[in-house]
């Protein structure tokens, strides 16, 4: 099996990939899984082997996901396997923002040429002055992974803690510390919050949520932080917002060339998950994922297909991605019966548009039932796993 590399991942992860059975590397043109961290896909031409592609992270949104869907390749994303390094940036993100800190070492290394820095620093530094964090008000919109991590530890920190996620998981739930309020609307963390963090996905819904309407009933002067994705945010809007010094920040892991040179702006290149603790947990989980998958048929992680995991008990293995229409398994079942096999085991579930099949059975299959069942309407890939050994 070969998996295409595109963007540089932990060795940790890729040495997963045990050398007997698979081969790794940027080169092929033909190839049965990608591995990708932020590279974009949209306009990439799929080679006709590629059967899943693995974000080694948790946005998708570099991945034509409607695509794959229909052309029967599994995406599997990270789910929160670099939360915590994001979490230690926002919050790193929130004192740099609140204490001047950025403008204040530049202006100290601004004085390497006098003579006099330590009474220079003692006049300067009424200039710098910024408040502190504890007892206000912060904004977290979106409590998945990251979110409820951000939340947490910014109550720990003293601040006062507003939660917003109308879809929020029992998981999260759970996590989530009893004091952080829960928000039903969104307006609400817009109006009385000091300082608003954005952990939601970027998807048709969510792009441009933050846009003039939503910047204008804001407070005055207060820190926004963009740790999820640039698109989040209108830009035209958000500048004028910062020219009229309606908020006091904007920190962004998602800088474009025309927030550089907008004040009060402190701008980040992408480093949300670059800590080795998460480059290697979403190499690992990337590469495990893959894995299951190529070996195995099984799904887990997926953001365009359901969950299946069945341990493997009989010598074949067919895997079906079809459509999530009636008569499917029915059709199926009857060809092999047919020809009579017998189905040891079957696991099907749907998930919107598409389903996933797998079917066991010991009995022998031949290429062209294979192929009976590829022509049939509905189905989009079909796929047959040998396991010698079972
Ligand atoms: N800066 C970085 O390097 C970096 C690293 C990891 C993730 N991210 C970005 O952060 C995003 C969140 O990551 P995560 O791991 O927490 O994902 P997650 O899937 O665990 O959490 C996303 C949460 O957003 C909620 N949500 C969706 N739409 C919403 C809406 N309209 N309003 C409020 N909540 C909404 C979901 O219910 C979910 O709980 C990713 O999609 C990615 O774009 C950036
Ligand atoms: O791979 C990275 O460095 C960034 C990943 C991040 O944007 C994500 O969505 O997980």
Known sequence: MR????????????????????????????????????AKLH?????????????????????????????????????????????????????LSARKLVQGINWVKSLCEEDDVAQLVEK??????????????????????????VANAAAALDMEVYGYDPYISVQAAWTLKARIHHVKNVRQIFEECDYITLHVPCNEHTKGMIDAQALSSMKENVRLFNFARGELVDENALIEALQAEKLAAYVTDF????????????????????TPESED????????EIIEYLQYGNIKNSVNMPEVQMPQEAKYRICIINKNIPDMISSVAAKLS????????MVSKGRGDYAY????????ISLELLERMRQREGIVRVRIIVQDHV
């Open 255 to 274: 800088p474009s060339k025309h927030l550089l040179t907008v004040e009060r702006v402190i701008a980040l290149p992408h480093l949300g998950a670059s």
């Open 124 to 149: 300067g530094k009424a200039n710098f002055v910024g408040p502190e964090i504890a007892g206000k008000k912060l904004g977290v919109i979106g409590l998945g992974a990251i979110g409820v991590k």
């Open 43 to 95: 306009d990439m031409s799929f080679s006709k082997e590629l059967k899943c592609i693995a974000r080694a992270g948790a946005g998708v949104n570099n991945i034509p996901l409607d695509r794959c869907s229909e052309e029967g390749i599994v995406v599997f994303n990270t789910p929160g396997a670099n939360a915590n390094a994001v979490k230690e940036l926002v919050i790193a993100g929130l004192l």
């Open 3 to 38: 998996v295409k590399l595109l963007n540089k991942i932990s060795l940790h992860g890729l040495k997963r990939f045990d050398a007997e059975g698979y081969l790794y590397g940027e080169e092929f043109e033909e190839y049965d899984a990608i591995l990708v961290r932020s």
């Open 357 to 364: 099949t797998i079917l066991e059975t010991n009995d022998e």
């Open 281 to 288: 947990n979403c190499a690992l989980m990337a590469a495990d």
């Open 338 to 345: 047919a020809e009579g096999i017998n189905i040891e085991n």
